[in-house]
């Protein structure tokens, strides 16, 4: 359950919503533990940087926040010296192995989005996860070499789009879609090892995770508590021993902190039979291996009166249109007609086939005959998980992207 995350701020308390719901403001208890963790980060050591590669190494993955073995680190150190950090990896040599893709991801560890990346990138190796404290971070990690592949939320099924990382895929030209992951959501009631469910005074999360669990929570019967991080809110918890407070999370955050998972699956299950978040895995100039479905941004010169005849190019060919959005047009927000003023927008629509298809290619070319401008944002194919895997102890890179 994305959103626009900032490390800076880890838990932010908000205040009471109406009494009927019972919410209040985060107890003292739980300040003093968020208060307590932070002071520890403000009082880390400076590592000094010597010309020994060993040492820079250390340094560099001081500042990244890594712990590694001095052989992993002497490792990094070359790589980074001889490629930069803008760079491709080398191709491995002779008794080397390839180093495993770099994944960001926009949240914190233990977060639904590391879950997702977790999902999309499954390896026996655990490839290691580059958390991004916010949307437009993952998409810059990409743009600066420090990842290989990002995978960030795109639309949910009960909250609608997600449009700001619509913004920054327009915004990106050179970032491509490569896939695209369904993802159930699994709310998952949190808690302390060995702390009976009888002490349970309140439970804690996100606004979002709460409001698709209301139905749940009320059986509860506990004080409901939001704050900005569910994920932040779990490592608290587990640092500072909360025993009477539960957090609804992720499994994943259940892992990476050591917390019980005491129950699954506690959201409202709607009409449709459940909560769905769209993933997109995104490469710097790569092109998807799929051949499911394509997604194309445009703009119409006459606005959304010409809506009509960029989707008749793809319906007349056979092509389906299967999703149809619009963004502001940054680049030219006002249109003038006959002496009045509107705004103007770039339409996005998602097609079913590659970009390679005849008819789909047809259909583009036809499109770029009246539209003011085309850009084909990937092709792609799609992963549909009905079920998440276990968690596993994969390495997660603490990095501000």
Sequence with gaps: MPTDISRANLVILTPAAAAANKRRRISSSFLLVIKGSLRKQQQRPTITTTSSPLQGAEDLAARLGLEMAAAGLELLFRDRKAFGAGDHPPPPSPGRQRRPVRVAYQG????????????????SSHPPFLPCPHMEAAFSALEDGSADRAVVPIENSLDGPIPRNL?????????RIVGELLLPVNHSLLALPGAPRSALRRVVSHPQALDHC????QAFDL????????????????????????????????HEFGLRVLEENIQDQGPGGGNMTRFLQLALGATGTGTGKTTVAFSLPSGPSDLFRAMWAFESR??????????????????????AAYLDYVFVLDLEGAESDDHVRAALARLREFAGFVRVLGSYGCTCATRLRNPSPAPVTPKNC
Aim: with cysteine; glycine share 4%; aromatic share 4%.
């Design 223 to 254: 004080e409901v508590e939001e704050v900005s991080s569910a994920a932040d809110a779990a490592r608290f918890v587990a640092e500072g021993r909360i025993s009477d407070t539960a957090v609804i999370g992720s499994r994943i955050a259940a």
């Design 167 to 175: 913004d920054l895929l327009l915004r990106y030209p050179a970032v």
């Design 318 to 339: 056979g092509v389906r249109v299967t999703r149809v959005d619009h963004r502001p047009n940054r680049s030219s927000p006002v249109r003038v007609v006959d002496k």
């Design 108 to 123: 914190v560890p233990g977060s639904y989005c590391q879950e997702a990346a977790a999902e999309a990138y499954p390896s």
């Design 214 to 217: 209301r139905h749940r929570l």
